[in-house]
T-cell receptor, first 112, second 112 residues
Framework: GNSVTQMEGPVTLSEEAFLTINCTYT??????LFWYVQYPGEGLQLLLK?????DKGSNKGFEATYRKETTSFHLEKGSVQVSDSAVYFC???????????FGSGTQLTVLP | GAVVSQHPSWVICKSGTSVKIECRSL??????MFWYRQFPKQSLMLMAT?????????EQGVEKDKFLINHASLTLSTLTVTSAHPEDSSFYIC????????FGEGSRLTVL
């Protein structure tokens, strides 16, 4: 079956630090990959996505590249801000499963 | 992107009562909606797939008689937690499918 493994948190960084949150996956077929962000007290918001190998998703300074050879989709940001503090979820979607499979989430706290 | 709205955002109820949570797609028609449950500091677990005009499809381990799902129109799906107990306290999130998933804000249920 499908599964997503995320780097365990929590992660605490100082403002302007570099961020990496690791995500690897196991899937049958050719999944689409997503990063969702959940701010305190809110629902999930799509942060970025990639639908095929070597695609790079990007949004709000965050990037992730779909690496089929390493089955990874690591999230990166060059300079984090306090407002980036949230929980980040890696997820995959396959047409066969017809549902999103989520990783466990990584809590990020950015200190001023 | 598309908008999915959930109501209520917060609900507190007594043990043994039933609670209804609404999920509306505001600017698109959703023949399929998904209901997720999120435990504290954990990932989202798919509970069921709500299908307009037909019965919902429940994931293994989810009690369909306890979590009643109705999808009577293309813009509204409801989740009713029947005879709620403290262990049902959780964050419930719905999503609508337009080819991409859009999530509601979530509903936090606290059962006393």
């Amino acid at each position: 079956g499908n599964s997503v493994t995320q780097m365990e948190g929590p992660v605490t960084l100082s403002e302007e630090a570099f961020l990496t949150i690791n995500c690897t996956y196991t899937a049958t077929g050719y999944p689409s990959l997503f990063w969702y962000v959940q701010y305190p007290g809110e629902g999930l918001q799509l942060l970025l996505k990639a639908t095929k190998a070597d695609d790079k998703g990007s949004n709000k300074g965050f990037e992730a590249t779909y690496r089929k050879e390493t089955t990874s989709f690591h999230l990166e940001k060059g300079s984090v801000q306090v407002s980036d503090s949230a929980v980040y979820f890696c997820a995959l979607w396959t047409g066969s499963a017809r549902q999103l499979t989520f990783g466990s989430g990584t809590q990020l706290t950015v200190l001023p | 992107g598309a908008v999915v709205s959930q109501h209520p955002s917060w609900v507190i109820c007594k043990s043994g009562t039933s609670v209804k949570i609404e999920c509306r797609s505001l600017d698109f028609q959703a023949t399929t909606m998904f209901w997720y449950r999120q435990f504290p500091k954990q990932s989202l677990m798919l509970m069921a797939t709500s299908n307009e005009g037909s019965k919902a499809t429940y994931e293994q381990g989810v009690e369909k008689d306890k979590f009643l799902i109705n999808h009577a129109s293309l813009t509204l799906s409801t989740l009713t937690v029947t005879s709620a107990h403290p262990e049902d306290s959780s964050f419930y999130i719905c999503s609508g499918n337009t080819g991409e998933l859009f999530f509601g804000e979530g509903s936090r249920l606290t059962v006393l």
